[in-house]
C-alpha cells in the first residue's frame, strides 16, 4: 500500500485504513507491525518522505501512524534509498522515544532537513531510561490474502 500512496495510486484514507490493525503491542514496551513485502524494490525519495511529512503536519497521519510507516520503511527489504538524510529521518520516525518526540516542532525540522534548508545536528547519543529497555519493535511477515492490497501495510 506504501508503495502505491508514494506513486499516487493510493490516497491518503487508504494509506490510513491500512494501517489499522497492523500493529499489536503486547506489552508496554513491546510491538509487532504487521508487514506484507513487496516481490520488487522501490526507490525511496526525499519528496516520498516529504509527503509523509506532510501527511502528520496536517494531522492526516498520527503520530503512531508515521512511526509505523518508518519503521516499515526501514524493516523492508524492498524499500531503498541512498540519502544519508532520509536515514536520519526515518530513523527518528520509526522510534520516537529514543529520538525526538512526534510533534509540530521536530516533523517542521526534519521536514527542512528533507529540503535541504538546514542540516541535522550531530548526535550527541543515544538516549537512556536508566540503562533500562525502553522499546522493543519487530516485524512480522505477512502473507497477502483476498482482502488486503498485494503490498501492505508497510509496503
Do not use: Y
Not at 9 to 25: A, H
Not at 26 to 48: G, T
Not at 144 to 154: E, K, L, R
Amino acid at each position: 500500500m506504501l508503495r502505491g500512496f508514494f506513486s499516487g495510486e493510493v490516497p491518503i484514507d487508504g494509506l490510513q485504513n491500512d494501517l489499522r490493525g497492523s500493529v499489536t503491542q503486547p506489552s508496554s514496551i513491546e510491538s509487532s507491525v504487521e508487514i506484507i513485502d513487496m516481490p520488487e524494490s522501490f526507490l525511496v525519495s526525499r519528496q516520498h518522505v516529504m509527503i509523509l511529512c506532510d501527511a502528520a503536519l496536517s494531522k492526516m497521519l498520527t503520530s503512531e501512524d508515521l512511526t509505523t510507516v518508518a519503521f516499515g520503511l526501514m524493516a523492508s527489504d524492498h524499500f531503498e534509498w541512498d540519502d544519508e538524510i532520509i536515514s536520519e529521518v526515518l530513523s527518528d520516525w520509526s522510534c520516537p522515544e529514543v529520538n525526538f518526540p512526534l510533534d509540530e516542532s521536530t516533523l517542521t525540522m526534519h521536514r527542512s532537513w528533507l529540503a535541504g534548508n538546514t542540516h541535522p545536528p550531530l548526535r550527541m547519543g543515544v538516549a537512556s531510561s536508566n540503562g533500562r529497555l525502553i522499546s522493543v519493535r519487530k516485524k512480522v511477515s505477512r502473507k497477502p490474502d483476498s482482502s488486503a492490497a498485494p503490498d501492505s501495510p508497510a509496503e
